[in-house]
């Protein structure tokens, strides 16, 4: 059963910095794509960034580029969120999971970033 835990969320002022973590269990990490999601109040949850099995490769929202960096390492079961030049749209609760899942999959409690103007 996987189980996936986000952290290092908080509040920061716009223009701050916040790195968010995955720590992941319970199935072959190396072995899966991650994915980096948000759901800000009243809004539907969407992808922010995603980052291949090997890490190699990333993609990113036209939303976050240039701004937000995902990275993985595989012998920690760990992904990251790197956010710089954070703006108050980018409050919301920040899940990871396999970029495929869909809504009723296995979704952990998320980290809460709150970007104060």
């Known amino acids: 059963q996987v189980q996936l835990v986000e952290s290092g969320g908080g509040l920061v002022q716009a223009g701050g910095s916040l790195r968010l973590s995955c720590a992941a269990s319970?199935?072959?990490?190396?072995?899966?794509?991650m994915a980096w999601f948000r759901q800000a109040p009243g809004k539907e949850r969407e992808l922010v960034a995603r980052?291949?099995?090997?890490?190699?490769?990333?993609a990113y929202a036209d939303s976050v580029k240039g701004r937000f960096t995902i990275s993985r390492d595989n012998a920690k079961n760990t992904v990251y969120l790197q956010m710089n030049s954070l703006k108050p749209e980018d409050t919301a609760v920040y899940y990871c999971?396999?970029?495929?899942?869909?809504?009723?999959?296995?979704w952990g409690q998320g980290t809460q970033v709150t970007v104060s103007s």
């Open positions: 980052i291949s099995r090997s890490g190699t490769s990333t």
């Open positions: 999971n396999d970029p495929r899942v869909g809504a009723d999959d296995y």
């Open positions: 319970g199935r072959t990490f190396a072995s899966y794509p």
